[in-house]
């Protein structure tokens, strides 16, 4: 079955600083792989998808991905880190045999002053 | 274009009493979806609708019933809630089951005592 997996459950990142999360996917062929963050008291946002193609991926808010099929990751990065980029990351990858999005357990980033 | 929308946001309730959760959506979107989310276990689906009149199973349907009432709306049904039911449960919609893009509502936290 494909699945996701979150390696950490709790990011502490200063502000301005560099971010990434890191996101392994289990599956046989090229997944479609995404991500998702949730912010305080809110619904869940798209942020980048991975379907084919380029294997560096650029999102909303200033956020990249990187497809490694070799490592089967799809790591999650930004440059500098916002106060307001405080939330709950969630990758996910799209089942192949219905068609629906299975979720990692998430991230969550802190961000200090 | 007020996107997902669900209601309540909040709702406690007793062991064996019944509720219903709504959404609604204003993007003429065919599919819905139900989900519920868990510390440390991500979104997991419910229910879906892949268009007006249809429903399916998702990976945790028991102890929940769905209705597509019409192309904006999907309800969820708990007929007689349990304390595991405590969660906190997202709408969301998409284009079509194939377009994979889901967006999503701002949840419902429930509370079953």
């Known amino acids: 079955a494909q699945s996701v997996t979150q390696p950490d459950i709790h990011i502490t990142v200063s502000e301005g600083a560099s971010l990434e999360l890191r996101c392994n996917y289990s599956?046989?062929?090229?997944?479609?792989l995404f991500w998702y963050v949730q912010s305080p008291g809110q619904g869940l946002q798209l942020l980048l998808k991975?379907?084919?193609?380029?294997?560096l991926v650029q999102g909303i808010k200033g956020f990249e991905a990187e497809f490694k099929r070799s490592q089967s990751s799809f790591n999650l990065r930004k440059p500098s880190v916002h106060w307001s980029d405080a939330a709950e990351y969630f990758c996910?990858?799209?089942?192949?045999?219905?068609?629906?999005?299975?979720f990692g357990a998430g991230t969550t980033v802190t961000v200090r002053a | 274009n007020a996107g997902v929308t669900q209601t309540p946001k909040f709702q406690v309730l007793k062991t064996g009493q019944s509720m219903t959760l709504q959404c609604a959506q204003d993007?003429?979107?065919?599919?819905m979806y139900w989900y519920r989310q868990d510390p440390g276990m991500g979104l997991r689906l419910i229910y879906y609708?892949?268009?007006?009149?249809?429903?399916d199973k998702g990976e945790v349907p028991n102890g929940y019933n769905v209705s597509r009432l019409n192309k904006r709306e999907f309800s969820l049904r708990l007929e007689s809630a349990a304390p595991s039911q405590t969660s906190v449960y997202f709408c969301?919609?998409?284009?079509?089951?194939?377009?994979?893009?889901?967006?999503f509502g701002p949840g419902t936290r429930l509370t079953v005592t």
């Open positions: 599956y046989g062929a090229t997944p479609y």
């Open positions: 609708s892949a268009s007006e009149g249809t429903t």
């Open positions: 996910a990858v799209l089942r192949s045999n219905d068609y629906k999005l299975s």
């Open positions: 969301a919609s998409s284009p079509d089951g194939s377009s994979y893009e889901q967006y």
């Open positions: 991975y379907f084919s193609g380029d294997t």
């Open positions: 993007m003429n979107h065919n599919s």
